[in-house]
């Protein structure tokens, strides 16, 4: 069972929360002119990474704030915690 | 191959069972194959099979990082059945039963398939049209499924309580007779054996760490013991096809998730058949060795950590308890996880990609031991015809792009 560090409620039980996935994706500009491929790498595809892991999270049960959270998908160990208007931070020592 | 029969089950008894030869070779990696599989799972084993069976292709290597049906085929719940709901997927679920019904035979090795009959029972009004709906659809493509109400579920299975006062009541269930269960460490190591008969080097404790291109094409792969070259090299990873794909260049609509599974302590034979809900999430069956075999759901969140979370445990076991009070005491022994692909439409990806001669299967996510033969079947000739075999065109990547999607959700809701 993961412990969930909410910015605001501190560390609570995954069961209270939703997971958002993946982080950082931007729908694309010009909707009318790009093509069914650019829609489809939007929609669809995904980095799905073995390692180092920007997501999302709501606190649904909770505060039910948005937040994000890096964590490593190996270990599933929460490597830091950020805003949804943050960039994604580097994690010291870790590439990607 | 040292054939297996009650005859040569006596002959080496009388040589206490000490002469009996390796299922398998297991060969160093020659420096080239001209095809390469990756992934030692019950589909990368069958494909090798196929391959080298219905297409005459023997110069062939499947290449596993850890051992045979370590991954998803040695932890799944090996639920057999084929009655999804769209035409596409019927094809392919349906092809893959009818190789399940001859495996054994085929494979002289007994994969131990028993058609003990699926039910997928129905608690609400929604439930029980949306099952109709899909017996409906069944049938017209020649499936056996049949509908049964509450007293045609306790009289098929009696130890279901079916009382009003259940909060969520069993108002009916669909019933598929020629679905049941197999042995999944028996479906890998029978292709395995099969396939190292007709001349395929089965590699072992060989990660593939790269994928070698010659711009558009495929050249051979990085490994762990060596560079092995290939011209065609098919991927059957399963969780971690994201990874491979990221080696090659290009990423895939998939997501990798914790799914997990339990067995009780073994008891006297009380449930012969396999039952699922979708609604209460959760689907149980009793193996040969006595034990209740119980699935979960996945955990939310993308993982490869190979474990899930105890309450996704505590939620199956709840809706266990409440179907089947009898259970309320039963003790687990074992507890698991396996790491599933999930896909966007619940159906897989089985075909060619942006790389010439690299050919993906994967996508299977909560529920393709069913289809380990059939997708075998189709993969290799997929990828010793470079195109799709007639059953797996429709389920190509590039249906991502089309939008013609094949959404299985219903069929494929709890995770099974
Ligand atoms: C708990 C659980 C219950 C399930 N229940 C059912 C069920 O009841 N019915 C059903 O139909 N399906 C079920 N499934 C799904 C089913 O198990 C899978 O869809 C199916 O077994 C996938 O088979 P595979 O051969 O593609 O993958 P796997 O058996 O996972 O094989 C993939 C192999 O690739 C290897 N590999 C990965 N990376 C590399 C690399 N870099 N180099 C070399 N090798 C690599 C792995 O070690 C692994 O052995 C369940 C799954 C789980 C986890
Ligand atoms: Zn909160």
């Not at chain 2, 008894?13 to 070779?25: F, I, V």
């Not at chain 2, 292709?57 to 057999?80: F, S």
């Not at chain 2, 008969?197 to 762990?224: K, M, P, Y």
């Not at chain 2, 015809?385 to 939008?403: I, K, Q, V, Y």
Request: proline residues 5%.
């Amino acid at each position: 069972m993961l412990l969930i560090p909410c910015p605001w409620c501190g560390e609570r039980d995954v069961h209270e929360f939703h997971c958002g996935g993946e982080a950082h994706i931007t729908r694309p500009a010009g909707a009318d002119t790009i093509d069914d491929a650019a829609w489809a790498d939007y929609l669809f595809m995904r980095q799905n990474p073995k390692g180092l892991y920007y997501e999302r999270w709501n606190h649904a049960h909770g505060c039910r704030k948005w937040f994000h959270v890096v964590r490593d998908t190996v270990s599933d160990q929460i490597l830091a915690v950020y805003q949804m208007d943050e960039a994604p931070p580097d994690i010291p020592g870790r590439s990607s | 191959m040292q054939k297996y029969s009650i005859f040569s089950l006596a002959r080496n008894a009388l040589s206490r069972h000490e002469n009996w030869r390796e299922a398998w070779r297991s060969p160093e990696p020659k420096p080239e194959y001209d095809v390469v599989i990756v992934g030692g799972g019950g589909h990368g084993l069958a494909t090798a099979y196929y391959l080298a069976k219905e297409h005459g292709i023997t110069n062939v290597a499947v290449v596993e990082k850890g051992w045979l049906g370590g991954g998803n085929t040695g932890r799944n719940t090996t639920i057999v059945r084929s009655n999804y709901l769209w035409d596409e997927s019927a094809g392919l679920y349906e092809h893959s039963l009818k190789l399940w019904e001859g495996l054994s035979q085929k494979l002289n090795f007994n994969v131990m398939f028993s058609q003990r009959g699926v039910l997928n029972l129905a608690h609400n009004l929604h439930d029980l049209r949306e099952l109709s709906r899909r017996v409906n659809a069944n049938r017209l493509n020649g499936i056996d499924s049949e509908i049964l109400d509450a007293q045609g579920v306790k009289d098929f299975c009696p130890l279901i309580d079916t009382s009003l006062t259940l909060r969520y009541p069993v108002l009916g269930a669909s019933l598929q007779r020629r679905g049941g269960v197999a042995r999944h460490d028996a479906v890998a190591w029978g292709f395995a054996r099969a396939a190292d008969a007709l001349g395929v080097d089965i590699i072992q404790n060989c990660e593939v760490t790269g994928i070698l291109r010659d711009g558009d094409a495929v050249q051979g792969l990085e490994t762990s013991r060596g560079t092995i070259k290939a011209n065609k090299v098919g991927v059957v990873v399963a969780g971690h096809c994201s990874v491979l794909a990221n080696m090659a260049g290009f990423r895939l609509p998939i997501e990798s998730h914790p799914l997990q599974a339990l067995v009780s302590e073994p008891v006297k034979p009380v449930l012969d058949c396999v039952v699922m809900s979708n609604a209460v999430h959760a689907y149980i069956s009793q193996s040969d060795k006595g034990e209740l075999v119980i699935g979960a759901g996945i955990d939310s969140y993308v993982s490869y950590s190979q474990r899930g979370g105890f309450d996704v445990v505590e939620d199956t076991l709840h809706a266990v308890v409440e179907l089947f009070p009898m259970f309320s005491r039963m003790r687990m022994l074992r507890q698991w996880g396996g790491i599933v692909d999930v896909c966007p439409d619940a159906s897989p990806i089985i075909g060619k990609t942006p790389v010439q001669g690299l050919y993906f299967n994967c996508g299977w996510g909560t529920g393709g031991f069913k289809a380990t033969p059939g997708s075998g079947n189709v993969f290799a000739h997929t990828i010793a015809r470079d195109e799709p075999h007639p059953l797996n065109a429709p389920f190509a990547l590039d249906r991502f792009t089309s939008g013609a999607l094949i959404d299985e959700h219903g069929a494929a809701a709890v995770a099974h």
